[in-house]
């Protein structure tokens, strides 16, 4: 079954001046693949990956080129121009994607780096929102309290920022836990600190407990090894410089700096850390 906006895998069935159709199915038509597009190599009854759209005209096409995100992803992508009736994306592909003025959650601005889900509309076209609540999956998570994962941020809240968590669910990162400047659009590990009753995701972006100082300790012994044996950072060090360094807060940086002082992996004088 073709799967419009997802890479299929189809058979080339015949060749025309403007290009080559792929066998479609019951729903589809044979698609056709510009020649512009196809590889200089390309023959009968060979079986290509490809992204299936549509173009310009609302014709469905093929193409080997991947997009940056497809359909049923969350992702980040750069506003390329505003009009008036919507916004265009920068998805990767010549046609650029396109975000309708009623699925806008806020005003969004040119170059700006935006969080949206890709989906099909009802007029069956392939679109983006940056509405995202309507999409993220709200049943019981398949995940456990530890687990590491990979986050999306999209907004900004009095209480701290929300990310979707493994391209499906939504959760918090608090305040009290940021230790650097995090904007929506970007992309990081993190790990889940809680699942509430209601289902409802803490997050945290370092681990808890022994882990977590030893992931930070290693950190710290790579970033002195590098610097060819001694860091100008110690315990008295502003906490700011700490967070543009690690991302951790300077007591979860002194807890490693403990650690590695304990394990004499490391010296520590008023103004700087060295290897012994």
């Given at each position: ?15 025309v ?7 479609g ?7 056709l693949?510009?020649r ?9 009854d ?9 173009d ?33 994306l ?36 392939i679109?983006a ?9 709200t ?8 687990d ?37 659009g ?11 009753a ?9 681990p ?34 700490i967070?543009?360094?690690f ?30």
């Amino acid at each position: 079954m073709i799967q419009i906006g997802r890479m299929n895998t189809l058979r080339v069935v015949r060749e025309v001046e403007h290009g080559f159709y792929l066998k479609g199915d019951e729903e589809w038509d044979d698609i056709l693949l510009p020649r512009k597009l196809a590889e200089p190599d390309t023959e009968l009854d060979e079986e290509i990956e490809v992204f299936v759209h549509f173009d310009s005209k609302d014709m469905v096409v093929a193409t080997p080129q991947v997009p940056y995100a497809m359909v049923g992803d969350f992702a980040a992508l750069r506003v390329s121009k505003v009009e008036d009736f919507g916004v265009f994306l920068d998805w990767g592909l010549d046609k650029e994607l396109f975000v309708p003025f009623k699925e806008q959650l806020f005003k969004m601005e040119p170059d700006q780096i935006c969080a949206v889900y890709i989906y099909i509309d009802k007029s069956e076209r392939i679109a983006a929102s940056t509405r995202l609540s309507k999409f993220i999956d709200t049943k019981k998570p398949g995940l456990s309290e530890g687990d590491s994962v990979d986050l999306l941020l999209y907004q900004e809240t009095d209480m701290g920022i929300k990310a979707i968590i493994n391209n499906q669910y939504s959760g918090l990162i608090y305040q009290d836990d940021i230790r650097s400047n995090l904007k929506p659009g970007q992309k990081m590990k993190g790990f889940i600190s809680k699942i509430r009753a209601d289902y409802k995701i803490d997050l945290v972006l370092q681990p808890d407990g022994l882990a977590g100082r030893k992931d930070l300790a290693d950190q710290i012994l790579d970033k002195i090894k590098k610097a060819g044996g001694t860091l100008n950072v110690s315990a008295k060090t502003p906490s700011d410089q700490i967070s543009n360094m690690f991302g951790v807060s300077r007591k979860k940086f002194k807890i490693a700096l403990g650690f590695l002082y304990k394990k004499r992996l490391i010296t520590i004088e008023d103004d700087k850390i060295s290897l012994p």
